[in-house]
């Protein structure tokens, strides 16, 4: 996937307020203080999605048109402690209806930070996903920051303990490494969402 556009659509909550065009969403998800938006801003190239001083800034899903034909979709961040628990909850249900029930989902960026590995709460996302049969992309964050060693244990553990077929992305924001895989990647969950949207019109 080459980017060649993006505009922000709005951030919503409700599922009655999101964008109606029949395009496919890929959606990033993660925890608080994983990187998310910054990652976001690297792969388009441009700030966009806002970066916060504290995490749990993100409090409602952000639509990025992209290309004219398919959504970015940026997640509530989970985790973070000091976030309201109503909030928390509120979040927690209208992510799992969007989940759950968005049919246009062409799959889920999960991003786990390389220096700690899966958490509890990213454990349960993945478990989660699973179960939904959604196709997930398991993408590591801020490999600048371990030595290449600790980077390879580390993609072979996540690997293992997320039952993945093959190794998760290794992305840096700092370095730069990473990003046209990334693209790539996305660009066939697109692509395969098209082919089933059209294969099922048939």
Do not use: C
């Not at 509120?90 to 899966?118: C, F, M, N, T």
């Not at 959604?134 to 964050?141: A, I, Q």
């Not at 030595?147 to 996540?158: A, F, L, P, S, T």
């Amino acid at each position: 996937m080459e980017i060649q556009s993006i505009t922000f659509r709005g951030s919503f909550l409700k599922k009655a307020d999101r964008p109606k065009e029949w395009f496919p969403h890929v959606a990033f998800a993660g925890r608080s203080n994983v990187g998310k938006s910054s990652l976001l801003n690297w792969v388009f190239q441009r700030r966009m999605a806002r970066v916060a001083k504290a995490p749990g800034k993100t409090r409602a899903l952000n639509f990025f048109l992209v290309n004219g034909n398919a959504y970015f979709v940026d997640l509530p961040g989970y985790g973070y402690a000091k976030v309201a628990r109503h909030l928390r909850e509120q979040w927690g249900q209208e992510l799992g209806i969007y989940l759950k029930g968005e049919e246009r989902l062409a799959g889920v960026l999960s991003l786990v930070d390389i220096r700690h590995g899966p958490t509890a709460l990213d454990l349960e996302l993945q478990s989660f996903l699973t179960a939904l049969g959604l196709d997930r992309l398991v993408v590591l964050t801020k490999a600048d920051k371990v030595g290449r060693g600790k980077r390879r244990q580390m993609q072979n553990q996540v690997q293992k303990t997320l039952g993945l077929s093959r190794p998760p992305l290794v992305t840096s924001v700092e370095s730069g490494e990473g990003r046209r895989e990334l693209l790539d990647a996305v660009g066939d969950l697109v692509d395969r969402w098209r082919k089933k949207d059209f294969d099922s019109d048939q």
